[in-house]
């Protein structure tokens, strides 16, 4: 842990003082190894959720994003992408092969992309946490605590609403943040996701959750009932004016 840390803010540091100037792969490439530390000591359990969100994030908003759209290779990613009528499509992502990087991250990348006013549909998660990163178009984000749940709902308190912009980031974990909903603003629109799963030993699990059929309970709680995909989709996938 105390090794992440350091190599962690020697990288920020030699971002704040401009040090990288072109070629720049090597920031990438930097950045991609240092991902993969932070993630497997949240694998490990050396760090917490809220530290893994809030490491990531910063390094999302370190690297400089045209670079970051040539390491994932955005413009193939993105050619002849197929935008669904309801919700969002998503993409795999391989990194380049790099020393120090193992083939097979602990973390799952993928981009996702979606048509205006299409969503990634309001939901919660367990045993999970992902951050994100706009690459292309803006989107409308709210996102929630997760302060208890039972069989049918997810109890929840409002965090973040705002328009997230392309370079903005976000995060969710059971500890932070754990409900997210984004809306697409823009004719199209994209973010790359990094996702750490079955955290704990335990099975992740993902609830949509209908918001707009929420009911107050008090002390700014709303209990929001559990919907399956199909439902929540028809709901919530494509907004109507």
Same mark, same amino acid.
């Given at each position: =842990?105390l ?14 003082s ?9 920031i990438?490439?930097h ?5 993969? $530390?932070?993630?497997n000591? #949240?694998?490990?359990e050396k ?9 990531v $994030?910063?390094l999302?908003? !370190?690297?400089?994003?045209?670079? /970051?759209?040539?390491? *994932? ?5 993105t050619?002849n992408?197929?935008y ?6 998503t993409? /795999?992502?391989?990194?380049?092969k790099?020393?120090g990087?193992? $083939? @097979?991250?602990? &973390?799952i990348?993928?981009?996702f992309? =979606?048509k205006?006013?299409?969503? *990634? *549909?309001?939901?919660? !998660? ?6 994100h990163?706009?690459?292309k178009?803006?989107?409308a984000? @709210?996102?929630?605590d997760?302060v208890?749940e039972?069989?049918k709902n997810?109890?929840i308190?409002?965090?973040? $609403? ?7 980031s ?5 500890e ?13 629109? &994209?973010?790359?996701d990094v ?13 949509? *959750? ?10 700014g ?10 439902t929540a #989709?028809?709901k919530y ?5």
């Amino acid at each position: =842990m105390l090794g992440t840390a350091l190599n962690y803010f020697l990288l920020q540091s030699l971002f704040s003082s401009q040090a990288f100037a072109r070629p720049v792969a090597p920031i990438a490439n930097h950045w991609a190894k240092q991902l993969s $530390e932070i993630c497997n000591d #949240l694998k490990l359990e050396k760090i917490s959720p809220v530290l893994w969100q809030s490491q990531v $994030e910063k390094l999302f908003n !370190h690297i400089p994003l045209d670079e /970051m759209l040539k390491f *994932i290779d955005f413009e193939t990613l993105t050619r002849n992408f197929e935008y669904p009528d309801l919700g969002v499509n998503t993409k /795999m992502i391989m990194f380049p092969k790099l020393d120090g990087l193992p $083939e @097979k991250t602990v &973390f799952i990348k993928k981009i996702f992309g =979606m048509k205006k006013d299409r969503a *990634i *549909i309001p939901h919660g !998660h367990s045993n999970m946490s992902s951050a994100h990163l706009v690459l292309k178009g803006e989107f409308a984000l @709210k996102h929630y605590d997760k302060v208890h749940e039972d069989d049918k709902n997810l109890f929840i308190k409002p965090t973040i $609403e705002k328009t997230a912009k392309v370079g903005s980031s976000s995060s969710i974990s059971d500890e932070k943040n754990n409900i997210h909903w984004f809306i697409a603003n823009t004719e199209t629109a &994209f973010t790359f996701d990094v996702i750490m799963l079955d955290l704990g030993g335990k099975e992740y699990d993902i609830h949509n *959750i209908d918001i707009k059929a929420g009911e107050k309970t008090g002390n700014g709680l709303i209990r929001a009932p559990k919907m399956d995909v199909q439902t929540a #989709l028809k709901k919530y996938g494509k907004q109507h004016h």
